[in-house]
């Protein structure tokens, strides 16, 4: 793939989306083991084509379902990008079936690894393999009965749910699980814990003590936020530094959580920050040699990442409805828009914002030259660099 520093004209010209996930998925389809129907001579739709075409709706604003993508196949231009026939509804629906979101989430993996640093590491947590927990939703149809309800402010909509975790230094997706909507965050992140990763996280997951003890014991660490309401016992108070103050620390201890003994959480410190009108009380389970106090504070604004990640993915990318409905079937298409996420980040060097989307989609669709694209991503890049974000 293309340098995502010195991108130009010249560069953007040989990428194509889809020919670079093809070239991803052709190690993991060499050795998968599919379904005996994409054996069957008279199928006309192999796994790559069913999944490029797939991918292709994503991307492109104007297919809104399955039926969009379906007709869209009948064109010469899609035929020769995706490398296939006229897809009937049928076969398209069938697909989703047959097919294990696994082989997906093998590609996503793999593209992980892939990915560079970030372009401007913070060297204070360069030691660190900080990653961001959080989950979002995805309204399900009515008619998606297995999403079970969960969802909405009485929890009676249907929902599929993300639980995501984020490489803050490398501002990329690392891991995914897909569930229905009352799918548990917290057990989530038990199935997905990795020894030596620093997890940071909101209070949903600072609400259960007995996780704390589970990260402990997989040789993890973690930087969650607690609720103000949370039952405190000092065992020792901490000095705070100057640094610490600069960062709006206001008290360091070693504490427990918990109202009664069998409650009781393990040993932790507390970190209390008072900064820009905000009341944070943080614990976290790293040594204070290892993780100073302001550390501690920067790291937990430091998920704010994953946020806005959720938010690019839904709202830029533009990942808000359902082409398939059945539970493979969507995760394939969330996996998909993972994939989509990291392909674009590694070709220009950033997720690119709603401009620099909409010119990519015109560029695909035949609308805008390489030149202006490639002009455009230059002039966002200086700018982004410019303001230090």
């Known amino acids: ?52 075409l797939f991918l292709f709706g994503l991307f492109n604003p104007v297919v809104e379902s399955m039926q969009a993508v379906c007709a869209i196949s009948s064109l010469k231009k899609v035929q020769e990008t995706i490398g296939c026939k006229k897809v009937s509804l049928g076969s398209f629906s069938e697909a ?30 360069a030691h660190l393999q900080l990653i961001a927990q959080d989950g979002s939703l995805w309204r399900a149809l009515p008619r ?33 699980q897909i569930g229905v909507g009352k799918s548990s965050e917290t057990q989530a992140l038990r199935d997905m814990l990795v020894a030596e990763q620093t997890t940071v996280a909101d209070r949903l997951y600072g609400q259960d ?54 409650l009781r959480s393990i040993r932790l410190r507390l970190v209390e920050v008072k900064k820009d009108g905000q009341h944070l009380l943080i614990v976290t389970n790293h040594p204070v040699e290892t993780v100073p106090a302001e550390l501690v ?4 604004r430091r998920r704010w990442s994953i946020e806005l990640f959720f938010r690019w993915i839904k709202c830029i990318l533009g990942c808000r409805h359902f082409l398939a409905e059945s539970p493979r079937g969507v995760a394939i298409q969330l996996y998909l828009a993972l994939i989509a996420a990291l392909l674009l ?11 620099i989307m909409e010119l990519l989609q015109f560029y695909l669709i035949g609308w805008a030259s390489a030149e202006e694209v490639a002009a455009l991503i230059q002039k966002y890049a200086k700018a982004k660099a410019g303001s230090g974000r």
């Open 1 to 52: 793939m293309a340098d995502p520093i010195k991108l130009t004209e010249k560069d953007l010209s040989k990428w194509k989306l889809m020919e670079s996930f093809q070239e991803a998925l052709a190690p993991v389809l060499k050795t998968a083991q599919l379904h005996p129907t994409f054996d069957d001579p008279e199928r006309t739709l192999s796994c790559s084509s069913y999944l490029s």
């Open 96 to 125: 989703q079936h047959v097919l294990d979101p696994d082989l997906l989430k093998e590609v996503f993996e793999r593209l992980v690894v892939q990915m560079p640093g970030g372009a401007k590491p913070d060297a204070r947590l």
């Open 144 to 176: 998606m009965a297995w999403a079970e309800y969960g969802v909405g402010p009485k929890g009676t909509a249907k929902g599929v749910r993300m639980h995501l975790r984020f490489n803050v230094l490398k501002d990329c997706p690392s891991d995914v």
């Open 209 to 262: 003590y007995q996780l704390f003890a589970q990260i402990q014991q997989a040789r993890a660490f973690f930087v969650f936020r607690i609720n103000e309401s949370a039952v405190i016992e000092v065992d020792k108070e901490l000095a705070v530094s100057a640094a610490d103050e600069a960062a709006g620390v206001v008290r360091h201890a070693w504490v427990y959580l918990g109202a009664t003994q069998k």
């Open 297 to 300: 504070s920067l790291i937990y």
């Open 345 to 355: 980040q590694f070709f220009i060097g950033q997720r690119p914002n709603k401009r």
